[in-house]
């Protein structure tokens, strides 16, 4: 009798960690996603639109991305694919997906394409977007109604929510011990397009009446912390705990902004709730932010989650776990505006296929992993030909895939770092990237020749650093030159981690296959030739320190051959 109890107790603990559903959590400074009660970290990518509704054609498509590396496929979902019928579900696409993902052994994140997709409502079931009159849409300012449905309209968010909760219900049913599905994204790239806020009779009543107690007290709790943008609109107008929209935030498009910031958190925020209730999975949403540093609101969708309205968003939708970030121009400058000690970095959408960025995921993988330290990345439009198996996605997920149990290990502290030479418009020109780490001192520098430049440092040991990358070549130099006259290579190694996570060495080496004494080729190709894009070798590198003054470091000067 004894012993079957500690039989069954000892199932029941195994059942519990089996079943303990995806979350995020907090590692050193950063976060990450956990499945299974372990970090996760989501080398992704997202089908185009409509792939996802052919699961007959998405079965090639799970094999390519598999052989890829890749550990999760983002695959959108639609309001319209699942209720036929006004209260008739239908989940053959969810569990088809969920299907597909398991034979491959690899996770599925689910967009909800619901009342709103890139602002439009393209995506809702024909018996919404028929009726105009129980779903009401937006106006402009100029009374034109808009194709958009209201934020006001409670119809919608309910019907909307009802479906979302249906789906959330089902993947507990089919998923809840597996976490095949690990994270929710609700609706796409809302806000309001053509004009900085809806003009409805309700929205003109809403805005005429007082900014809810909830923003006010956010604000006011979070005013040494909020963004610039907000925090500067709130100041202008005299940081007013109380008064209409127009009278806190001015009556401008900012205040027309964050307004409709808030009504569609708000909408969101409900359904979030409710699918929550059925399986309290992370939820997330993402932003259009637009190829400027700063466009408007209108020209792009106004009140949507980007970075300068995350305060309103917090505040207005407290059961989304995450505001992500698709990310197609500034990349660097946009991981650091949606990386917050209460914002994990999630890049769900990167690398404009449509605006010729073709090359550029490799090195966009490496710094988010690495130097943003997010908790995932995924190039949009994964599935189109052009990522075909020479893609340089390829070796990089897999060196990231070979590196995880180091870049686990060293996760959320600075003996993780990141570099890519500079890939678009607004992002500084270097020639070299100076990145410290305790006493040493790495220079990198970009191969002139190559347009993809990148690479990944971790720190190993107190004079040991692992790199990988492709299109650079690292100099060493002590951090303090005062207490340091140099820094020289003790041993270079090529290899990689098996797979308990040891290191193995393939080769050693030297002469021409590094910089000298006190440098590493990435890759490590004779005389500069052979950076083929694909020729990923990670390399393990011991260093020494000379003592102040004592010994001469060789110079870095080119000698003449
Ligand atoms: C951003 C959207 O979020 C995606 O769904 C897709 O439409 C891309 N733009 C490409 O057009």
New binding site residues.
Partial sequence: MKKITFGLMALMISMSALAELPSLKRVGDKWLLHVDGKPFPMLSGHVM?SSSFDLEAMESVWDRMKAFGLNTLIC?VSWQAIEPAEGQYDFTLVDGLIRQARERDMKLILPWFGTW??ARSFYVPEYVISDMERFPRMQRKDGQKMEYISTFSTEARDADTRAFAAMMRHIKEVDGDENTVIMVQIQ??VGVLGDSRDHSPMAEAAFAGPVPQELIDYMVSNRDHLKEHLKTIWAVNGYKTAGTWGEVFGNDLHADEIFMAWQYSNHIDRMAAAGKAELNLPMFV?G?LGQKEYSKPGRIPSGGPVARMMDVWKAGAPHIDLNAA?IYAYYKLRCENFTRDDNPLFVP?ACAL?LGDRYSGPAKAFYTIAEAQGIGFAP??IDHAHYDVDHPLGVAYHTLNNLMPLILEHFGTENLRGFYKAIEEGEPEETETSIEIGPYKFNVSYVPTLEQCYGLIIRTGENEFIFAGNGANIRFKPTNPDEHAGVSIRLVEEGSLDKDGNWVRKRLLGGDETVATYGIKLPPATFGIGHDKNNMIIQRVRLYLHPPAETVQETDTTPEF
């Fill in positions: 639109n959108p997709k890139n796409n790239e993402n259009w698709d959408e449509w949009f439009g």
